[in-house]
Protein backbone atom coordinates (compact mmCIF):
# COMPACT_ATOMS: atom_id res chain seq x y z
CA UNK A 1 0.00 0.00 0.00
CA UNK A 2 0.89 3.68 -0.52
CA UNK A 3 4.05 4.57 2.04
CA UNK A 4 5.34 8.02 2.90
CA UNK A 5 8.99 8.55 3.40
CA UNK A 6 9.65 8.73 7.71
CA UNK A 7 11.96 11.61 8.94
CA UNK A 8 14.42 8.64 10.35
CA UNK A 9 16.16 8.97 13.22
CA UNK A 10 19.74 9.82 13.94
CA UNK A 11 22.05 6.87 14.34
CA UNK A 12 24.59 7.23 17.24
CA UNK A 13 27.61 5.87 15.45
CA UNK A 14 28.76 4.08 11.73
CA UNK A 15 31.27 2.94 9.85
CA UNK A 16 32.23 0.91 6.99
CA UNK A 17 33.66 -2.30 6.29
CA UNK A 18 35.24 -3.67 2.65
CA UNK A 19 33.81 -6.93 1.73
CA UNK A 20 36.24 -9.90 0.01
CA UNK A 21 35.10 -8.40 -3.76
CA UNK A 22 35.96 -4.62 -2.82
CA UNK A 23 32.64 -3.20 -1.90
CA UNK A 24 32.38 -1.01 0.73
CA UNK A 25 29.52 -1.68 3.43
CA UNK A 26 28.08 0.67 5.40
CA UNK A 27 26.61 0.01 9.33
CA UNK A 28 25.50 1.17 12.15
CA UNK A 29 26.55 0.51 15.39
CA UNK A 30 25.08 1.67 19.26
CA UNK A 31 28.65 0.75 20.72
CA UNK A 32 28.63 -0.72 24.17
CA UNK A 33 30.11 -3.77 25.56
CA UNK A 34 26.53 -5.71 26.03
CA UNK A 35 26.30 -8.92 23.80
CA UNK A 36 26.82 -8.06 20.02
CA UNK A 37 23.25 -8.22 17.76
CA UNK A 38 23.40 -7.57 14.01
CA UNK A 39 20.61 -7.10 11.80
CA UNK A 40 20.27 -7.95 8.07
CA UNK A 41 17.05 -6.07 6.46
CA UNK A 42 14.68 -7.31 3.83
CA UNK A 43 15.25 -6.22 0.21
CA UNK A 44 14.24 -2.58 -0.85
CA UNK A 45 14.66 -1.47 2.88
CA UNK A 46 17.94 -0.38 4.69
CA UNK A 47 19.02 -1.08 8.83
CA UNK A 48 17.39 2.07 8.99
CA UNK A 49 13.67 1.88 7.98
CA UNK A 50 13.48 -2.18 8.75
CA UNK A 51 14.67 -1.94 12.42
CA UNK A 52 14.78 1.77 13.94
CA UNK A 53 11.60 2.83 12.19
CA UNK A 54 7.95 2.14 13.48
CA UNK A 55 5.61 2.03 10.87
CA UNK A 56 1.40 2.79 11.32
CA UNK A 57 -1.59 3.81 9.04
CA UNK A 58 -2.20 7.67 8.77
CA UNK A 59 -5.50 8.85 8.85
CA UNK A 60 -5.47 8.58 4.86
CA UNK A 61 -4.52 4.89 5.00
CA UNK A 62 -0.56 4.85 4.09
CA UNK A 63 1.66 3.68 6.17
CA UNK A 64 4.01 6.37 7.56
CA UNK A 65 6.15 6.31 10.56
CA UNK A 66 4.75 6.35 14.20
CA UNK A 67 5.91 6.97 17.69
CA UNK A 68 6.71 3.68 19.36
CA UNK A 69 9.36 1.27 19.67
CA UNK A 70 11.24 -0.21 17.12
CA UNK A 71 13.33 -3.54 17.20
CA UNK A 72 16.75 -1.59 17.15
CA UNK A 73 15.58 0.35 20.29
CA UNK A 74 14.65 -2.44 21.91
CA UNK A 75 17.46 -4.32 21.62
CA UNK A 76 19.28 -1.77 22.80
CA UNK A 77 16.92 -1.19 26.27
CA UNK A 78 17.71 -4.53 26.49
CA UNK A 79 21.49 -3.88 27.20
CA UNK A 80 22.29 -5.12 24.00
CA UNK A 81 24.96 -3.91 21.62
CA UNK A 82 23.37 -2.99 17.87
CA UNK A 83 24.72 -3.06 14.70
CA UNK A 84 22.42 -2.40 11.69
CA UNK A 85 24.39 -3.69 8.28
CA UNK A 86 22.97 -1.89 4.74
CA UNK A 87 22.84 -4.98 2.14
CA UNK A 88 25.04 -3.72 -0.55
CA UNK A 89 23.27 -2.17 -3.66
CA UNK A 90 21.08 -0.87 -0.69
CA UNK A 91 20.96 2.78 1.26
CA UNK A 92 24.49 3.71 2.71
CA UNK A 93 26.95 0.71 1.08
CA UNK A 94 28.32 0.16 -2.23
CA UNK A 95 26.05 -0.40 -5.59
CA UNK A 96 26.47 -1.88 -9.08
CA UNK A 97 23.93 -2.58 -11.83
CA UNK A 98 25.69 -5.94 -12.26
CA UNK A 99 23.45 -8.95 -10.94
CA UNK A 100 26.91 -10.75 -10.96
CA UNK A 101 27.76 -8.66 -7.54
CA UNK A 102 24.95 -9.80 -5.77
CA UNK A 103 24.82 -13.94 -6.05
CA UNK A 104 25.87 -16.17 -4.39
CA UNK A 105 27.40 -15.63 -0.89
CA UNK A 106 28.27 -11.74 -2.05
CA UNK A 107 25.63 -10.79 1.33
CA UNK A 108 26.84 -13.70 3.46
CA UNK A 109 30.72 -12.19 2.71
CA UNK A 110 29.70 -8.48 3.64
CA UNK A 111 28.27 -9.50 7.39
CA UNK A 112 32.10 -11.29 7.71
CA UNK A 113 33.08 -8.13 6.83
CA UNK A 114 31.62 -6.38 9.12
CA UNK A 115 32.18 -8.43 12.01
CA UNK A 116 35.73 -8.60 11.34
CA UNK A 117 35.38 -4.57 11.47
CA UNK A 118 33.88 -3.98 14.69
CA UNK A 119 35.96 -7.36 16.35
CA UNK A 120 33.30 -9.16 17.94
CA UNK A 121 34.07 -13.06 19.02
CA UNK A 122 30.18 -13.78 18.97
CA UNK A 123 27.22 -12.00 17.90
CA UNK A 124 23.60 -13.00 17.15
CA UNK A 125 22.30 -12.90 13.68
CA UNK A 126 18.69 -11.65 13.07
CA UNK A 127 17.85 -11.32 9.29
CA UNK A 128 14.43 -9.99 8.00
CA UNK A 129 12.92 -11.38 4.59
CA UNK A 130 16.22 -11.08 2.03
CA UNK A 131 18.68 -10.16 5.37
CA UNK A 132 17.54 -13.98 6.50
CA UNK A 133 18.83 -15.69 3.60
CA UNK A 134 21.97 -13.81 4.04
CA UNK A 135 22.07 -14.86 7.53
CA UNK A 136 21.18 -18.86 6.36
CA UNK A 137 23.74 -19.00 4.30
CA UNK A 138 26.24 -18.06 7.56
CA UNK A 139 24.83 -21.29 9.42
CA UNK A 140 27.08 -23.49 8.58
CA UNK A 141 30.48 -20.92 8.16
CA UNK A 142 30.47 -18.85 10.14
CA UNK A 143 31.99 -19.21 13.46
CA UNK A 144 31.62 -16.22 15.51
CA UNK A 145 27.65 -16.88 15.94
CA UNK A 146 25.81 -17.43 19.27
CA UNK A 147 22.04 -17.35 17.47
CA UNK A 148 20.60 -16.56 14.30
CA UNK A 149 16.92 -15.61 14.02
CA UNK A 150 15.42 -16.23 10.53
CA UNK A 151 12.40 -13.74 10.34
CA UNK A 152 9.84 -12.89 7.66
CA UNK A 153 10.93 -15.87 5.25
CA UNK A 154 9.72 -19.84 4.36
CA UNK A 155 10.73 -22.72 3.00
CA UNK A 156 10.37 -21.04 -0.79
CA UNK A 157 13.93 -19.37 -0.32
CA UNK A 158 15.63 -22.44 -0.45
CA UNK A 159 16.83 -24.74 -3.10
CA UNK A 160 18.45 -28.32 -2.81
CA UNK A 161 17.71 -31.29 -1.22
CA UNK A 162 14.94 -31.98 -3.21
CA UNK A 163 13.79 -28.57 -2.70
CA UNK A 164 13.15 -26.22 -4.99
CA UNK A 165 13.32 -22.27 -4.85
CA UNK A 166 9.77 -20.63 -5.61
CA UNK A 167 11.08 -17.12 -5.93
CA UNK A 168 13.16 -16.78 -8.81
CA UNK A 169 10.60 -16.07 -11.65
CA UNK A 170 9.16 -13.31 -9.49
CA UNK A 171 12.20 -11.79 -8.06
CA UNK A 172 13.72 -11.47 -11.92
CA UNK A 173 10.52 -9.51 -12.54
CA UNK A 174 10.47 -7.01 -10.27
CA UNK A 175 14.39 -6.76 -11.01
CA UNK A 176 13.75 -5.44 -14.56
CA UNK A 177 10.85 -3.23 -13.64
CA UNK A 178 13.81 -1.47 -11.41
CA UNK A 179 16.03 -1.29 -14.11
CA UNK A 180 13.80 -0.06 -16.30
CA UNK A 181 11.72 2.37 -13.89
CA UNK A 182 8.98 0.81 -16.06
CA UNK A 183 5.93 -0.70 -13.88
CA UNK A 184 2.78 -0.36 -16.18
CA UNK A 185 2.97 -4.11 -16.84
CA UNK A 186 3.38 -5.39 -13.36
CA UNK A 187 1.43 -2.66 -11.17
CA UNK A 188 1.08 -5.75 -8.40
CA UNK A 189 5.36 -4.96 -7.68
CA UNK A 190 4.80 -1.26 -7.16
CA UNK A 191 5.06 -1.62 -3.59
CA UNK A 192 8.42 -2.78 -3.79
CA UNK A 193 9.05 0.69 -5.63
CA UNK A 194 6.78 2.43 -2.47
CA UNK A 195 9.24 0.76 -0.40
CA UNK A 196 12.30 1.60 -1.84
CA UNK A 197 11.08 5.23 -1.93
CA UNK A 198 11.49 5.20 2.00
CA UNK A 199 15.13 6.44 1.46
CA UNK A 200 16.55 8.49 -1.11
CA UNK A 201 19.85 6.90 -0.49
CA UNK A 202 18.46 4.14 -3.23
CA UNK A 203 19.29 3.69 -6.50
CA UNK A 204 16.79 1.78 -8.50
CA UNK A 205 19.17 0.39 -11.01
CA UNK A 206 21.26 -0.97 -8.12
CA UNK A 207 17.99 -2.43 -6.60
CA UNK A 208 17.34 -4.08 -9.74
CA UNK A 209 20.62 -6.09 -9.58
CA UNK A 210 19.44 -7.47 -6.02
CA UNK A 211 16.63 -8.61 -7.36
CA UNK A 212 17.90 -9.67 -10.13
CA UNK A 213 21.30 -11.31 -8.45
CA UNK A 214 19.78 -12.68 -5.35
CA UNK A 215 19.90 -16.36 -5.12
CA UNK A 216 18.73 -19.00 -2.81
CA UNK A 217 19.65 -20.59 0.38
CA UNK A 218 21.58 -24.11 -0.21
CA UNK A 219 19.62 -26.37 1.58
CA UNK A 220 22.74 -27.94 3.26
CA UNK A 221 23.63 -24.62 5.21
CA UNK A 222 20.21 -24.92 6.77
CA UNK A 223 21.72 -28.77 7.93
CA UNK A 224 25.07 -27.62 8.95
CA UNK A 225 23.38 -25.29 11.76
CA UNK A 226 25.13 -25.78 14.99
CA UNK A 227 23.49 -23.34 17.09
CA UNK A 228 20.07 -21.87 18.27
CA UNK A 229 17.76 -20.79 15.19
CA UNK A 230 14.44 -19.22 15.14
CA UNK A 231 12.09 -18.69 12.27
CA UNK A 232 9.99 -16.08 13.46
CA UNK A 233 7.22 -14.41 11.26
CA UNK A 234 3.99 -12.01 11.52
CA UNK A 235 0.54 -13.64 11.73
CA UNK A 236 0.04 -12.29 9.01
CA UNK A 237 2.92 -13.35 6.82
CA UNK A 238 2.63 -17.24 7.15
CA UNK A 239 1.66 -18.72 4.28
CA UNK A 240 1.14 -22.33 4.12
CA UNK A 241 2.98 -23.24 7.54
CA UNK A 242 6.28 -21.07 6.16
CA UNK A 243 7.81 -20.85 9.59
CA UNK A 244 7.43 -24.16 10.83
CA UNK A 245 8.35 -26.07 7.01
CA UNK A 246 11.72 -24.25 7.15
CA UNK A 247 12.67 -24.77 10.94
CA UNK A 248 12.27 -28.41 10.03
CA UNK A 249 15.03 -28.02 7.83
CA UNK A 250 17.11 -26.73 10.67
CA UNK A 251 18.56 -28.90 13.33
CA UNK A 252 17.12 -27.94 16.66
CA UNK A 253 15.27 -24.81 15.41
CA UNK A 254 12.10 -23.37 16.58
CA UNK A 255 9.26 -22.09 15.07
CA UNK A 256 6.60 -18.97 16.24
CA UNK A 257 4.27 -16.96 14.36
CA UNK A 258 3.21 -13.80 16.53
CA UNK A 259 0.61 -11.47 16.00
CA UNK A 260 -1.43 -10.40 12.94
CA UNK A 261 1.14 -7.96 11.56
CA UNK A 262 2.16 -8.60 7.33
CA UNK A 263 5.30 -8.54 5.50
CA UNK A 264 5.57 -4.71 5.80
CA UNK A 265 4.64 -4.39 9.56
CA UNK A 266 6.00 -7.46 11.22
CA UNK A 267 8.91 -5.77 12.94
CA UNK A 268 7.02 -2.76 14.27
CA UNK A 269 4.65 -5.43 15.78
CA UNK A 270 4.99 -5.12 19.62
CA UNK A 271 4.19 -8.72 20.10
CA UNK A 272 7.29 -9.78 17.50
CA UNK A 273 9.41 -7.32 18.76
CA UNK A 274 8.97 -9.32 22.59
CA UNK A 275 9.44 -12.67 20.98
CA UNK A 276 12.40 -11.76 18.43
CA UNK A 277 14.38 -10.44 22.02
CA UNK A 278 12.66 -13.03 23.94
CA UNK A 279 15.32 -15.43 22.20
CA UNK A 280 17.96 -14.00 21.67
CA UNK A 281 17.78 -13.12 25.35
CA UNK A 282 18.60 -16.46 26.36
CA UNK A 283 21.66 -17.07 24.83
CA UNK A 284 23.41 -14.05 26.20
CA UNK A 285 25.69 -14.46 29.63
CA UNK A 286 23.80 -13.20 32.89
Not at 15 to 31: L, R
Not at 173 to 188: I, T
Request: proline share 6%; glycine share 12%.
Amino acid sequence: MPLSSPDYPVVMGEGSAVSSDGTPIWFSDSGGDGPTVVLLHGITMTSISNFETRFGFGDDGRAVRVEGPTVASRLREAGARVVGIDARGHGRSGRSPDPDRYRGDSHANDVTAVIDEIGSHEVDLVGYSMGATSAARLLGTENRLRSVALCGTGPRHVVGDGVTSAVGFELAAVGRCFQSNDWADHPEYKPYRAYARLDPMHDFESLGAAFLGLESVPADRLSAAMVPVLVLNGGGDDPEDSAAKLAAMIPGATASVVGSADHGFACSDDGFQAALISFLSQHWSP
